[in-house]
């Protein structure tokens, strides 16, 4: 069936570092990719997409490309902020759209 | 536009008691999903409507969790009787015929 393996964490940065948030997936046929984020006592939101290989998502600053040939979708920022604080969801879109989602990294970014 | 809309936001019980759960989507949107959140974990999906015909409830505890979408539009997610394993935030999103979900703010229960 679909799954998605994302980064363990919790990951801590300091403002203006890179950010990378590796994502694997597995999944039949041709999924559609995504990034959602949960800020602290709010709900889910999507953060990027992307719906067929090689093409880029980009929202905020972050950047993610959907690469077949890896099965892979990282997040990518280069210069974090305090306020991107939260924990990132990745996510695929299976049949009937269903999302299966990763476990989550948790970000906490120190000014 | 206003977003997914849920209640209660949080909700205490005690095992073996009953407990509801409502959610109304944002308007027009075809496709309703309530997904269980264990801490630790990503949302895993429980039951997909789309308008008021059931989609997909393959992840549905059948023997004590119950959802209806009366009309095409509000939901309400049941759980009866429960168990402390099911100490979750329960989201609910909506979607219009493709696939951006849009989630609501979730309701956290704690079962004790």
């Known amino acids: 069936g679909d799954s998605v393996t994302q980064m363990e964490g919790p990951v801590t940065l300091s403002e203006e570092a890179f950010l990378t948030i590796n994502c694997t997936y597995t999944?039949?046929?041709?999924?559609?990719l995504f990034w959602y984020v949960q800020y602290p006592g709010e709900g889910l939101q999507l953060l990027l997409k992307a719906t067929k290989a090689d093409d880029k998502g980009s929202n905020k600053g972050f950047e993610a490309t959907y690469r077949k040939e890896t099965t892979s979708f990282h997040l990518e920022k280069g210069s974090v902020q305090v306020s991107d604080s939260a924990v990132y969801f990745c996510?695929?879109?299976?049949?009937?759209?269903?999302?299966?989602f990763g476990k989550g990294t948790l970000l906490t970014v120190n000014p | 536009e206003a977003g997914v809309a849920q209640s209660p936001r949080y909700k205490i019980i005690e095992k073996r008691q009953s407990v509801a759960f409502w959610c109304n989507p944002i308007s027009g949107h075809a496709t309703l999903y309530w997904y269980q959140q264990i801490l630790g974990q990503g949302p895993k999906l429980l039951i997909q409507f789309q308008n008021n015909g059931v989609v997909d409830d393959s992840q549905l505890p059948k023997d004590r969790f119950s959802a209806e979408r009366l009309k095409g539009v509000d939901s309400t997610l049941k759980i009866q009787p429960a168990k402390l394993e099911d100490s979750a935030v329960y989201l609910c999103a909506s979607s219009p015929l493709g696939e951006t979900q849009y989630f609501g703010p979730g309701t956290r229960l704690l079962v004790l």
């Open positions: 996510a695929l879109g299976g049949s009937n759209y269903k999302l299966t």
């Open positions: 999944a039949t046929g041709y999924p559609s």
